[in-house]
């Protein structure tokens, strides 16, 4: 699954910080969602296999790291957007 969410997942940060330029003229603004959004990107990016003797990525450390991504997912949609007051928020 990270092999099919990743690509999309970077898609979609890249085109947030494209619609970021577009609409307030800078394509990072230290937005809550946007830095968590990098903070999942790098932990997904830890799962996915590298070129080379440990290109076999299973076991126990990538299912936990993989779960970590999900759990990242899920407060960059639902916590950051609810609780932290930002452009991308909810929040009173």
């Known amino acids: 699954m990270v092999l ?4 999309l997942w970077t898609f979609g940060v890249m085109m947030g910080a494209v619609w970021g330029e ?3 003229g800078r394509w990072w603004g230290n ?3 946007g830095d968590h959004a990098a903070v999942t990107w790098i932990v997904l990016r830890r799962v996915l296999p590298t070129p080379g003797p440990s290109a076999v990525c299973a076991g126990t ?3 936990a790291i993989a ?3 999900f759990l990242s997912v899920l407060a960059t949609f639902y916590y950051v957007n609810l609780w932290i ?5 909810y929040a009173r």
């Open 4 to 7: 099919i969410g990743f690509p």
């Open 22 to 24: 577009h609409a307030w």
């Open 31 to 33: 937005d809550p969602k």
């Open 61 to 63: 450390r990538t299912t």
């Open 67 to 69: 779960s970590l991504g």
């Open 85 to 89: 007051v930002g452009l991308h928020s």
